[in-house]
């Protein structure tokens, strides 16, 4: 990859940065190609830092330079907006924190922070180690699983219970469809074909699934509602604990003002979204790169066995769970669940030698930036080492930003990590896990990197469940 030139008086700002061509008219989108993690560090190499291609008539503008990147996610607020191409789904999202923008999105950001504040996680660290363990007690030794679809449910009833503080054993069989009929529409073609708004059948599935989605969450939020005015409304565990859903349904701005229902719906699916299958990917690949990594495995056993020894992990261990913590961060970094971010520039911005127009589409991609070997020696090597203290400060910042950065950084990156160790804690204790021989495990780059085809494996029982003397105290949470 070149480095790009600094803009000099001798040297004019030209408007146009190299980039493919593509078809007259129509020209190219690296979402459309088979595969489009490969095709975008094709361009990173042949083109350089900042890469132009159009579609149709939208002009995009990729940056692959940690400086560049920084230029955007730490921008003058209000001139990087998330714009047309996070806004190509509203019946979805609707005006959830994810797309929303402005002094709105301001305003919910604020209203939802209090769900993610440390309180709130123990509770969620408590869901966390119990369904970990009701997974492994399932498991049997020598068992051929796809980890993929277990980290999914796994995941999916953390979300569940963390948002609506209730076991929805009966709504996941309609939930976990619906999920999976949105991230098909949004997958290769068809997400061209959903963006275009084409009528095809996929798209059709997807608003049978939106829909359904939404007569799940408006009736959870009609009966959280209905809790909140009867006498035992909130806390409902008795310590003070809340779920997201009472968290956001309580909250109020500085003139006393609650979200509606539909705003309500429109945080709570945005959540669930933002915070399933994300989780579930950094898990899948984590267990991918630790079967082929067998020194880093021994590595994560041994501090799993020093620190826990037979009891189950609790929130308080979290800060002696540092190797458990680098393995997480660098699958994040080598396959990171959201491996491309999006904005669309409001006015004029200069961006090395280039000066781009006011409604550019800028790309930002992980996946490329965090496998470039000018800033991560051996880029393509697993290594939690490099996430020493030492090593990590020497990183140019957003050279790594698995979580995105600046105001709309990630509002679950802190759950999403302690949920993450956790989760790998709880079952790297009791199981190792061998993958099955003669499958190709290949990312697929849909909204999320998922493995295309799950990742197949036979489990190999380490040590029995976890013994601890009262096994609900065993994985209670103390505050960190
Ligand atoms: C490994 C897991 C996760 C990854 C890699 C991840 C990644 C990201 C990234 C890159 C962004 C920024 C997008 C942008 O700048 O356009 C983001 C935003 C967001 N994430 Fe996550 N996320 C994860 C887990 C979660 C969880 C667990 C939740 C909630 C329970 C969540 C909720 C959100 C929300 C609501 C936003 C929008 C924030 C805003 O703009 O104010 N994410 N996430």
């Given at each position: 990859m070149?480095?790009?030139?600094?803009?000099?008086?001798?040297?004019?700002?030209?408007?146009?940065?190299?980039?493919?061509?593509?078809?007259?008219?129509?020209?190219?989108s690296?979402?459309?190609s088979?595969?489009s993690?490969?095709?975008?560090?094709?361009w990173?190499r042949?083109?350089?830092?900042?890469v132009?291609?159009?579609?149709?008539?939208f002009h995009?503008?990729?940056?692959?330079?940690?400086?560049?990147?920084?230029?955007?996610?730490?921008g003058?607020?209000?001139?990087?907006?998330?714009?047309?191409?996070?806004?190509a789904?509203?019946?979805?999202?609707g005006?959830?924190?994810?797309t929303?923008?402005?002094?709105?999105?301001?305003r919910?950001?604020?209203?939802?922070?209090?769900?993610?504040?440390r309180?709130?996680?123990?509770?969620?660290?408590?869901?966390?180690?119990?369904?970990?363990?009701?997974l492994?007690?399932?498991?049997?030794?020598?068992?051929?699983r796809?980890?993929?679809?277990?980290?999914?449910?796994?995941?999916?009833?953390?979300?569940l219970?963390?948002?609506?503080?209730?076991d929805?054993?009966?709504?996941m069989?309609?939930?976990?469809?619906?999920?999976?009929?949105?991230?098909?529409?949004?997958?290769?073609?068809?997400?061209?074909?959903?963006f275009?708004?084409?009528?095809?059948?996929?798209?059709?599935l997807?608003?049978?699934?939106?829909q359904?989605l939404?007569?799940?969450?408006?009736?959870?939020?009609?009966?959280?509602?209905?809790?909140?005015?009867?006498?035992?409304?909130?806390?409902?565990?008795?310590?003070?604990?809340?779920d997201?859903?009472?968290?956001?349904?309580?909250?109020r701005?500085?003139e006393?003002?609650?979200?509606?229902?539909?705003?309500?719906?429109?945080?709570?699916?945005?959540?669930?979204l933002?915070?399933?299958?994300?989780?579930?990917?950094?898990?899948?690949?984590t267990?991918y790169?630790?079967?082929?990594?067998?020194?880093?495995?021994?590595?994560?056993?041994?501090?799993?066995?020093a620190?826990?020894?037979?009891?189950?992990?609790?929130?308080s261990?979290?800060?002696?769970?540092?190797?458990?913590?680098?393995?997480?961060?660098?699958?994040?970094?080598?396959?990171?669940?959201?491996?491309r971010?999006?904005?669309?520039?409001?006015?004029?911005?200069?961006?090395?030698?280039y000066?781009?127009?006011?409604?550019s589409?800028?790309?930002?991609?992980?996946?490329?930036?965090?496998?470039?070997p000018?800033w991560?020696?051996?880029?393509?090597?697993f290594?939690?080492?490099?996430?020493?203290?030492e090593?990590?400060a020497?990183?140019?910042?957003?050279?790594?930003?698995?979580?995105?950065?600046?105001?709309?950084?990630?509002?679950?990156?802190?759950?999403?990590?302690?949920?993450?160790i956790?989760?790998?804690?709880t079952?790297?204790?009791?199981?190792?896990?061998?993958l099955?021989?003669h499958?190709?495990?290949?990312?697929?780059?849909?909204?999320?990197?998922?493995?295309?085809?799950?990742i197949?494996?036979?489990?190999?029982?380490?040590?029995?469940?976890?013994?601890?003397?009262?096994?609900?105290?065993?994985?209670?949470?103390?505050?960190?």
């Amino acid at each position: 990859m070149s480095a790009t030139a600094i803009p000099s008086a001798t040297n004019p700002t030209p408007h146009r940065p190299p980039g493919p061509r593509g078809l007259p008219w129509l020209g190219t989108s690296f979402m459309a190609s088979r595969d489009s993690t490969k095709t975008l560090t094709r361009w990173a190499r042949d083109y350089g830092d900042i890469v132009y291609y159009h579609f149709l008539d939208f002009h995009f503008y990729v940056l692959f330079h940690p400086q560049h990147i920084e230029q955007v996610l730490l921008g003058k607020t209000g001139n990087f907006i998330k714009g047309l191409t996070s806004r190509a789904n509203p019946e979805l999202f609707g005006n959830g924190l994810l797309t929303s923008d402005g002094d709105f999105w301001r305003r919910q950001r604020r209203l939802s922070n209090p769900a993610f504040h440390r309180e709130s996680l123990a509770r969620y660290a408590d869901i966390t180690v119990e369904e970990a363990a009701k997974l492994t007690e399932s498991w049997k030794d020598g068992e051929k699983r796809n980890i993929h679809n277990d980290m999914m449910n796994v995941t999916l009833r953390i979300v569940l219970r963390s948002l609506f503080g209730a076991d929805l054993r009966e709504h996941m069989r309609v939930i976990e469809p619906a999920l999976e009929a949105i991230m098909i529409s949004s997958t290769g073609f068809n997400s061209i074909a959903f963006f275009l708004r084409i009528p095809t059948p996929t798209r059709k599935l997807h608003f049978l699934a939106v829909q359904k989605l939404n007569d799940i969450v408006y009736g959870l939020i009609a009966s959280g509602r209905e809790k909140l005015k009867s006498a035992e409304a909130a806390p409902r565990d008795g310590s003070g604990a809340k779920d997201l859903l009472t968290l956001l349904l309580t909250a109020r701005d500085d003139e006393g003002n609650s979200m509606s229902d539909q705003q309500l719906r429109d945080e709570v699916i945005t959540l669930l979204l933002a915070g399933h299958e994300t989780t579930a990917l950094n898990l899948s690949w984590t267990w991918y790169l630790l079967a082929q990594n067998p020194e880093v495995e021994q590595k994560l056993h041994a501090e799993l066995d020093a620190v826990l020894g037979t009891r189950p992990p609790t929130v308080s261990d979290l800060p002696k769970l540092q190797y458990t913590d680098r393995v997480i961060r660098e699958t994040l970094r080598l396959y990171p669940p959201a491996w491309r971010v999006f904005r669309r520039t409001e006015e004029p911005f200069q961006v090395g030698d280039y000066l781009l127009p006011a409604g550019s589409n800028i790309v930002l991609s992980q996946w490329v930036t965090q496998r470039d070997p000018r800033w991560f020696t051996e880029p393509e090597r697993f290594n939690p080492d490099r996430w020493s203290e030492e090593a990590a400060a020497k990183l140019p910042r957003f050279a790594y930003f698995p979580f995105g950065g600046g105001p709309r950084v990630c509002i679950g990156a802190g759950f999403a990590m302690m949920e993450a160790i956790l989760l790998l804690a709880t079952i790297a204790q009791r199981y190792r896990i061998r993958l099955a021989p003669h499958q190709r495990v290949e990312p697929l780059a849909s909204i999320t990197l998922r493995p295309k085809k799950g990742i197949r494996v036979t489990l190999e029982e380490r040590m029995r469940a976890p013994i601890s003397s009262d096994r609900t105290s065993g994985a209670k949470v103390h505050s960190a």
